[in-house]
């Protein structure tokens, strides 16, 4: 019995669908515009928090030591920055390393600094990385604080500017995500309305001779599942290669400064999460737009 109703629905959905197919196109294409639009977003997004990482990540506390101090209270030192909230790695450089450092750095122009390894200028200092950006100026200010600590470095101002556009950037895109979920749910659930209201003389008659509801919405059910899936494996689809193509261009032209995610960890969830929304909003605007017609 329950085989019969199932492949009445299925046949009644894929009747609805051919007689309907203009309007049927019409809603999986809404479907496929909204789902590819909130992919879109959702691709940013995820870039965005991607990028902000990467810059957090290089974000460092430069902790001065005074001259001459002594090897045991540097080790000492070591320690109490070790137990500071927030840190998650502490490297000490001594003044010779950071010397060959900036040599390296400066080139052809290494030679301006020629003869300052017997009388070498620069302090030794620790480098801090914290556990993320916002916590820098609280390290910062507990480091400078321990005895043997001439002065703290770490781009005041600068790093407090950067949480600041992190953080609006993500709470941008998820806004964003959000927004275009809900337009997604409103014009699909609109759209398939119309299918439903094209058919409205059919679900009186079969309310009349006593078709229980699961029955009448069956159908549109099944039909709201197929127009879903559809534009949901569209949009996916176009997703999937205009983000691959658009990621092989920035490789090719060697783009140092940005790297876009390509971990398939990341993606495949994303892009399975769409076909999902696809199938979930497509059976819930059918269920939604034939509940009125039901209840009346």
């Known amino acids: 019995m329950a085989l019969r109703v199932l492949w009445r629905w299925w046949r009644e959905a894929l009747v609805s669908l051919y007689r309907n197919a203009w309007i049927a196109a019409s809603a999986a294409g809404m479907v496929l515009v909204t789902l590819f639009l909130l ?4 691709l940013f997004a995820l870039n965005a928090a991607h990028f902000s990482r990467l810059i957090e990540n ?6 001065f030591l005074q001259d001459d101090l002594a090897p045991d209270l540097v080790r000492q030192l070591g320690r109490e ?3 500071i909230t ?3 790695k502490v490297t000490f450089v001594s003044k010779e390393e950071a010397l060959a450092k900036l040599k390296r750095d400066l080139g052809d122009r ?19 990385r914290p556990t993320s950006a916002a916590a820098v100026p609280s390290i910062a200010r507990e480091a400078a604080a321990l005895p043997g600590v001439e002065k703290v470095r770490y781009g ?6 950067l949480v600041k556009i992190t953080s609006s950037v993500r709470i941008a895109a998820l806004a964003l995500v959000a927004l275009f979920g809900l337009a997604a749910v409103f014009l699909i659930v609109t759209t398939i309305r119309l299918s439903i209201l094209s058919r409205q003389e059919e679900i009186g008659i079969m309310r009349l001779l006593g078709a229980t509801n699961w029955f009448i919405r069956g159908p549109f059910v099944l039909e709201g599942l197929i127009i879903g899936a559809s534009g ?6 176009l997703l999937y290669w205009g983000y691959t193509t658009l990621v092989g261009q920035i490789e090719h032209a060697a783009l140092v400064f940005f790297r876009p995610v390509t971990e398939a960890t990341l993606l495949l969830p ?10 979930f909003i497509g059976a819930l605007a059918s269920m939604l737009s034939v509940h009125r017609f039901l209840t009346v």
Do not use: Y
């Open 156 to 161: 005041e101002g600068v790093v407090e500017k």
């Open 110 to 128: 290494s030679g301006l600094l020629s003869g300052l390894e017997e009388k070498n200028p620069l302090p030794d200092s620790f480098r801090l």
């Open 232 to 237: 949901a494996f569209l949009a996916s689809g």
């Open 39 to 42: 992919g879109f977003v959702a």
């Open 270 to 279: 994303l892009f399975g999460a769409i076909v999902g929304i696809g199938f």
């Open 81 to 83: 920055l070790r137990q």
């Open 58 to 63: 290089q974000v460092e506390v430069a902790v």
């Open 86 to 88: 927030g840190v998650s």
